[in-house]
């Protein structure tokens, strides 16, 4: 945990969830290299990309998270041959609901992430924490009930 | 008895909301549901809310304790009585009625704290159906739509709205507000009033229906009968007529995970559903048929079994409107030969 | 359609009679004339009570599901309007239907009535609706009315799909073809078209109704999970009413999402829905999205066809595509 200087400055709570093969082998590299990333996301790993639900990514909101990034593997590249492919469609089509209903678009994102990326997965995150505390809290979709 | 010009009730709804929260059927979204109301809300005056007034005591969902860990010791929060005064006006004969139905449920003892102080903190203004629908059935009940029993009854009738204190909490009320009111011997004019509505209730399709054979002894006679197979074959098991019922009283408790602790609330829940009433070895009532049928026997037997033949129902005939096979009580009593024409 | 009607109920008869079928699953009338209620007919002489009119908006093919899993003999007749047969077709695509224990009868229809509709118009205490072809006549407690029958039309019927039966063993169908029916992605459209602050005011009007009665969920027939999400008590999601905005988007969202490339656009969601929340503006944001980036599709129209969320091509649009269209 990053410790906050003011007690009272708003950090964002970023979920990244990551494909076991790729994306999260790319975070390790990240770290291994000694790239850093904000201490604001906290990944969470799947087995393929294609392992996550659009209920995981609404339950992330329900906790609390401000921002949402979904890493797997390049299209292509996929450990499955074709998780990523599904996942793809699937991401697409509920980003796109979220935004329809006027949930802030910036706050959802898929990026491709290798293994060997360690530096885009460093640059990525930092890119989108970055957005993410641009935008401010997330009012608009969360259980108030998880708000302390 | 008071009056008011129609084209001035906002000024009645801003005396009314000055001293305490005021609840009155507002169209949202194309839809009339009791809101609160705030400067600048127009009141709807259709005949009924999608939803009951039942939310005024016994809302969908209320928080009633909480639980957090710190320092490994669990620290219990109940949730505190609600201490608002409100008021809610245009409340309908039938919907007044239920209101006693609901508190046989939850003023006996021991009584439901929540349920009472939301009810005792609540003036009940009621709003005499002036056009009844072809879906009501309240007369059936004994229940009298041009005379709502409640702390205050108004009438509208041309361009004024009557109104009329029935109890000490509606004198109150009116105390209050007498600055907006007009004091006007207009009891003519509300006879006359009772009188047409009256006439109109006489008529209505539903005005046949005969509860003859349904009582609290009714159990034996009516629980095997055929009729419910055909009955029920079609229901879709939604909550639709139990969630727009203003009688129908049953809940869940559930707990829900915050991530720092748990919330543990109350909310409807509806005999339609499969999980209602599950217990560890399963569901009690795992047909729609046994389900379907239990709505109807609590409605029409059960309750008044345990209620000096109180029924359950009160005719609002919302049922009758929103289910989406339309299948409803009017239709269950009928399947029983309960038709008097 | 009364003279569907009577043509329905003489062939169901027959049908019945020869053993061809030995349950008919079509409509009864009510009390009223708009409170008809999907039921099975198991001889000729309960058919009086058959119903096919102007108000038979229900779609039947879910029955079908449990119908086929029961253990009676023999053959169920099912009444479908043109628009239902995709929905057929769907529950055979996935599975949950068995074709032959069922036989279609592809009724005629020109648009089905939505009483909520003349409700909203202003009459009050509808006791009969005489249907005069371009007019309605409507008797109600306070008098005669009358309204053009176009302008009371369930929504599903104003953005008809067509005449087209996709799905039957035999059609009756004496209507003359109506028009094709408006551009269902118009109020998709419009939505994308505000600005997100308004697109938001506008699902939380709507939302903020729901009262999770799950009618729209119960009479979809794309939602034919055993055990729903949101039933599960393990599942997380199981939280049984709205405690607050969150968990009605959540509910609505997912909802819409699991039916995404399965829902026909039948309808049924919008027209059962008791608070009147736009379920279909939804599903059919879903459809648009799916035609825009992988190509029409249309679910039901054959049997077997690959539902575009179980399919992709190496191409697809990546999710960013999102980002970049649209108002923001």
């Known amino acids: 945990m990053q410790v906050n200087e003011n007690a009272k400055e708003w950090k964002p709570l970023i979920v990244a969830f990551c494909c076991n093969w790729c994306s999260y082998a790319g975070a390790d590299l990240a770290g291994t290299s000694r790239l850093s990333y904000p201490a604001d996301v906290k990944i969470i790993r799947v087995p393929c990309s294609c392992r996550v639900n659009p209920m995981f990514i609404l339950k992330a909101f329900e906790k609390g998270a401000d921002g949402v990034i979904m890493c797997g593997c390049h299209p292509g590249d996929c450990h499955y041959s074709t998780g990523n492919y599904y996942a793809r469609r699937r991401m697409t089509l509920l980003f796109s609901m979220l935004d329809y209903l006027g949930i802030d678009r910036k706050r959802t994102r898929v990026e491709w992430v290798s293994a060997a990326e360690g530096q885009k997965f460093s640059l990525v995150m930092n890119d989108f924490a970055k957005t993410i505390t641009e935008l401010g809290e997330n009012v608009k979709l969360g259980d108030i009930r998880c708000k302390k | ?341 | 359609m009364q003279k569907v009607r009577g043509l329905v109920i003489k062939r169901a008869g027959e049908l019945l009679s020869d053993g061809t079928v030995t349950r008919v699953l079509g409509y009864k009338c009510g009390d009223f004339f708009y409170d008809v209620t999907p039921a099975f007919f198991e001889s000729a002489d309960q058919l009086s009570d058959l119903e096919y009119g102007s108000f038979c908006g229900a779609n039947l093919s879910k029955y079908l599901i449990n119908a086929c899993k029961d253990q009676k003999e023999g053959k169920i007749l099912v009444l479908l309007k043109p628009c239902d047969t995709y929905s057929f077709n769907q529950l055979l695509t996935e599975h949950r239907i068995d074709r032959d224990k069922i036989y279609v009868i592809g009724v005629g229809c020109k648009g089905m009535l939505d009483i909520e509709k003349l409700k909203a118009m202003g009459f009050k205490g509808i006791t009969k609706v005489l249907d005069n072809g371009d007019e309605l006549d409507i008797k109600t407690i306070y008098g005669d009315k009358k309204c053009k029958r176009a302008d009371a039309l369930l929504e599903k019927c104003v953005c008809c799909k067509g005449k087209d039966f996709k799905a039957f063993d035999e059609v009756i169908d004496v209507e003359e073809p109506g028009e094709k029916g408006a551009d269902r992605f118009e109020g998709v459209a419009l939505l994308e078209n505000m600005t997100s602050e308004e697109r938001f005011a506008f699902w939380n009007n709507e939302l903020s109704k729901c009262i999770r009665c799950n009618a729209c969920r119960n009479v979809c027939p794309a939602c034919s999970c055993m055990k729903c999400v949101f039933d599960n008590p393990v599942s997380g999601a199981a939280g049984k009413v709205n405690s607050n905005s969150f968990e009605e988007k959540m509910f609505h969202i997912i909802r819409a999402f699991h039916v995404a490339g399965r829902c026909t656009d039948c309808g049924e969601c919008s027209r059962v829905c008791p608070q009147g929340i736009p379920l279909h503006l939804l599903n059919r944001k879903f459809i648009k999205d799916i035609d825009e980036l992988y190509g029409d599709y249309q679910a039901g129209e054959e049997v077997g066809s690959r539902a575009p969320l179980v399919n992709f091509t190496f191409d697809d649009a990546e999710p960013s595509i999102v980002h970049e269209r649209g108002n923001e």
């Open chain 2, 1 to 341: 008895m008071y009056t008011i010009e129609k084209s001035k009730l906002s000024d009645l709804f801003g005396a009314i909301s000055a001293s305490c929260e005021l609840y009155l059927p507002v169209k949202k979204a194309g839809q009339n549901n009791f809101t609160k109301y705030e400067a600048g809300t127009e009141y709807c005056d259709e005949l009924k809310t999608v939803k009951s007034p039942k939310d005024m005591f016994f809302p969908q969902s209320e928080n009633i304790v909480s639980f957090e860990k710190t320092d490994g010791k669990i620290k219990v929060t109940p949730d505190t009585i609600p201490t608002e005064k409100t008021v809610v006006f245009g409340v309908r004969a039938c919907d007044v009625a239920s209101f006693d139905v609901l508190d046989r449920v939850f003023l006996s003892e021991p009584a439901d704290s929540f349920y009472k102080a939301r009810r005792e903190n609540c003036t009940v203004v009621a709003t005499a159906c002036s056009e009844p629908e072809e879906s009501c059935f309240c007369s059936v009940f004994g229940i009298d739509p041009s005379e709502p029993k409640a702390d205050v009854a108004t009438w509208f009738v041309g361009e004024k709205l009557y109104w009329k204190a029935l109890t000490e909490k509606g004198e109150e009320l009116t105390k209050a507000v007498a600055s907006v009111l007009t004091e006007e011997n207009a009891d003519g004019t509300v006879e006359a009033e009772k009188a047409k509505i009256k006439e109109i209730v006489k008529n209505l399709p539903l005005a046949s229906l005969s509860l003859d054979g349904w009582d609290g002894d009714a159990t034996e006679a009516k629980f095997d009968a055929p009729e419910w197979e055909k009955l029920s074959a079609s229901c879709l098991g939604c909550g639709a007529c139990t969630f727009v019922c203003p009688t129908c009283q049953c809940y869940d408790i559930r707990d829900y995970d915050t991530g720092h602790g748990i919330q543990r609330y109350r909310c409807w829940d509806s005999c339609m559903y499969n999980d209602f009433t599950m217990m560890a070895h399963g569901t009690p009532r795992p047909s729609q048929l046994q389900r379907f049928r239990q709505r109807f026997m609590h409605k029409l037997v059960y309750f008044p079994a345990n209620n000096d033949g109180m029924y359950s129902c009160v005719g609002c005939g919302r049922c009758v409107n929103k289910c989406p096979i339309s299948m409803n009580i009017a239709k269950v009593i009928k399947a029983f030969g309960g038709d008097k024409s």
